[in-house]
C-alpha cells in the first residue's frame, strides 16, 4: 500500500466523524507492525474536552486488537488538506514506537514524516 493509498484510506475513515461542534472531520489509519490496519475517526462531546481524536481511535482500536508497536499513523481531514496530529495524539504515539506520520501536504500532496521530527526528545516508556 502506497502513501497516497494510505492517506486516501484515512480520508474515507473521516466520513465516519462525529464531529457536529467543529465541523472538522478527520480520520486516521494504524498501520500496526505485522501490517494490520485500523482506522479511527473523531467523535466529538457536548462536554468538548471529552472528544477523542481520530488518530486515538485508531491507536486505542489497534492496541485492543493485540498490537503493541505501531509503524505508521496516517492521519487525514475533510476540511482541511494539511492537518496534523495534535500533541495528545503524538505522545500517544511515543508509547507504541510509532516510526512515522503520513499527513496532507497541500491539495493532492502527501508526505511522510519520520517521527523524531513529529515528537522531538520524547518523554517514552523506555524511562521507566
Ligand atoms: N482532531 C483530531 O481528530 N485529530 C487531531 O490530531 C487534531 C484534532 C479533532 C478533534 C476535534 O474533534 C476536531 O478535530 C477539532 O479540533
Redesign the pocket.
Known amino acids: 500500500m502506497t502513501d497516497a493509498d494510505l492517506y486516501a484510506e484515512a480520508l474515507s475513515a473521516a466520513e465516519g466523524a462525529y ?1 457536529p461542534y ?1 465541523n ?1 472531520r ?1 480520520g486516521a489509519v494504524v498501520v500496526a507492525e505485522d501490517g494490520r490496519r485500523f482506522t479511527g475517526a ?1 467523535v ?1 462531546n457536548a462536554a468538548y474536552p471529552s ?1 477523542l ?3 486515538a481511535v485508531a491507536i486505542g482500536s489497534a492496541v485492543a486488537a493485540g498490537a503493541r508497536v505501531i509503524d505508521t499513523v496516517a ?1 487525514a481531514c475533510l476540511d482541511d488538506d494539511s ?4 500533541g495528545n ?1 503524538r505522545q500517544m504515539m511515543v508509547e507504541f514506537e510509532v516510526k512515522r506520520v503520513v499527513a496532507g501536504a497541500g491539495p493532492g500532496a502527501v508526505r511522510s514524516i519520520p517521527f523524531e521530527e513529529v515528537l522531538p526528545d520524547s518523554f517514552g516508556p523506555d524511562h521507566l
Open positions: 464531529a467543529s472538522y478527520v473523531n466529538e472528544t481524536c481520530a488518530e492521519v492537518c496534523m496530529p495534535c495524539c
